[in-house]
């Protein structure tokens, strides 16, 4: 929203720290290594899902672009459980 530069970066930082946690985990060799880093982009994912919700419900985005934001982060968190399931066995 208009005049909301801090939100606007708060939610960059979180969106960008997903992708680059998944690229690190995906660099790693080490299932736990793997693991950790996307555990970290999961919290990311989640933190950004929480923005997401926030905005909505002050009315600052539009309701069918939170509503498929989230869906996606849902999508997106889910992979990231499924990938941390595999790479702790």
Same mark, same amino acid.
């Given at each position: ?39 970290? #982009?999961?919290?990311?994912?989640? +933190? =950004?899902?929480?923005? /997401?919700?926030?905005?909505? !419900?002050?009315?600052?985005?539009? @309701?069918?672009? #939170?509503?498929?934001?989230?869906? +996606? =982060?849902?999508?997106? /968190?889910?992979?990231?459980? !499924?990938?941390?399931?595999?790479? @702790?066995?």
């Amino acid at each position: 929203p208009r005049g909301r530069a801090a939100l606007k970066e708060q939610m960059d930082s979180a969106a960008s720290s997903v992708v680059a946690n998944i690229a690190e985990g995906a660099g790693e060799f080490s299932g736990k290594e793997k693991a950790r880093f996307y555990r970290m #982009a999961r919290r990311s994912a989640v +933190e =950004l899902a929480a923005w /997401v919700d926030i905005t909505a !419900r002050r009315r600052e985005t539009p @309701e069918p672009l #939170a509503q498929q934001a989230l869906h +996606e =982060l849902e999508v997106v /968190v889910a992979m990231l459980i !499924r990938l941390i399931q595999v790479c @702790e066995r």
